[in-house]
């Protein structure tokens, strides 16, 4: 088996063989031949369909699992790209999670309010083969919410990586990446605990442990 014959393959948490993945893969992709339309449709979906919601829990597997995702309808960085990669996988394109630690200079105040910093240590996205190439696709933020907060939308043409940009629409500093953990065949929910526990003050500790809900 090539190496990246195994991120074809479902896991715990990406479910790509769930019934409602594979249909919502199939119904996206649908007309679409090569592979790069394909990704290309799919990513638009998550990125659009899929609102963004920072506020969600994520202390057990199935706040993450892409079918949860998908029928939630909403999610934060490591949700969707989850999802991505499970769409993407259901239709034959291997794709793998990728984490970095990032600074956002405009940090929602709620999120603010539970770290000691604006790093965040567990933005997760994705990393799809394409023409025999691994490329990275950040479907974080969808169209309603850029443009509520002036933020550049990311666009992916399937060729090149698409990250978010490092300033808004106004030229304020927006989003930096600090560090970029490597590459992941499912979700490392337990890396994912560690790095936020590293981080965040009491009170955050608490909601990640599941004490309590943002």
Same mark, same amino acid.
């Given at each position: ?19 409602? %993945? @594979?249909?919502?893969?199939?119904? $996206? *992709? ?5 592979? /790069?339309?394909?990704?290309? #449709? ?35 960085? %490591? @949700?969707?790209?989850?999802?991505? $990669? *499970? ?5 034959? /394109?291997?794709?793998?999670? #990728? ?35 691994? %490329? ?79």
């Amino acid at each position: 088996m090539e190496e990246r014959e195994k991120y074809l393959n479902p896991t715990p948490m990406i479910d790509c063989g769930h019934k409602t %993945v @594979q249909e919502k893969a199939n119904e $996206v *992709a649908k007309g679409q031949k090569g592979v /790069i339309e394909k990704a290309s #449709r799919l990513f638009y979906f998550v990125r659009d369909e899929i609102k963004y919601n920072p506020y969600l829990p994520r202390y057990l597997p199935e706040h993450f699992r892409a079918s949860d995702t998908l029928a939630r309808r909403e999610g934060f960085c %490591v @949700q969707k790209a989850v999802l991505l $990669v *499970a769409l993407c996988r259901a239709v034959g /394109i291997p794709g793998r999670l #990728r984490f970095a630690i990032i600074k956002n200079h405009l940090l929602p105040g709620k999120v603010a309010e539970l770290l000691n910093t604006n790093l965040l240590p567990d933005h997760g996205y994705t990393e799809l083969y394409i023409n025999d190439q691994w %490329v990275k696709a950040t479907p974080t933020f969808d169209l309603e919410t850029c443009q509520k907060n002036r933020i550049i939308p990311v666009e992916f043409d399937g060729i090149h990586d698409a990250k978010f940009h490092p300033h808004t629409q106004d030229g304020k500093f927006h989003i930096e990446y600090i560090l970029e953990r490597g590459s992941f065949e499912d979700v490392p929910l337990n890396e994912i605990r560690e790095w936020l526990l590293a981080v965040l003050k009491p009170e955050g500790k608490r909601v990640i442990l599941g004490e309590e809900s943002l």
